[in-house]
């Protein structure tokens, strides 16, 4: 079964930045789509961006686009979220989770559920 453990989550003040990581504990890392989902309180699961480990597509939400920068270390089978220009409404749980590539096809939630893997989630709260 897949584990994943999310890292990296704190307290930011308005435009400064932040690295999450999120290691992986699967046995072949590239087979994998990863993907960053946030909740803020009172609002539904959101994707935030994602990555195929196959071929290195990634995909952004528009509110994070030119800020947020996904990345991977496949020899660590760990993913990251360079999170740079921070806002307050970037406040949020974020979760890290996976899916087989063959099963993704965008960074959706239901891309991801309920045949995709989720960590326990990192809290970041941008300060204003």
């Known amino acids: 079964e897949v584990q994943l453990v999310e890292s990296g989550g704190g307290l930011v003040q308005a435009g400064g930045s932040l690295r999450l990581s999120c290691a992986a504990s699967?046995?072949?890392?590239?087979?994998?789509?990863m993907g960053w989902f946030r909740q803020a309180p009172g609002k539904e699961r959101e994707g935030v961006s994602c990555i195929s480990n196959a071929d290195g597509t990634t995909q952004y939400a528009d509110s994070v686009k030119g800020r947020f920068t996904i990345s991977t270390d496949n020899a660590k089978k760990t993913v990251y979220l360079q999170m740079n220009s921070l806002k307050p409404e970037d406040t949020a749980v974020y979760y890290c989770a996976a899916v087989s590539v063959i099963l993704w096809d965008s960074c959706r939630v239901s891309d991801f559920t309920p045949m995709g893997y989720w960590g326990k989630g990192t809290l970041l709260t941008v300060s204003s």
């Open positions: 699967v046995f072949t890392f590239d087979d994998y789509a």
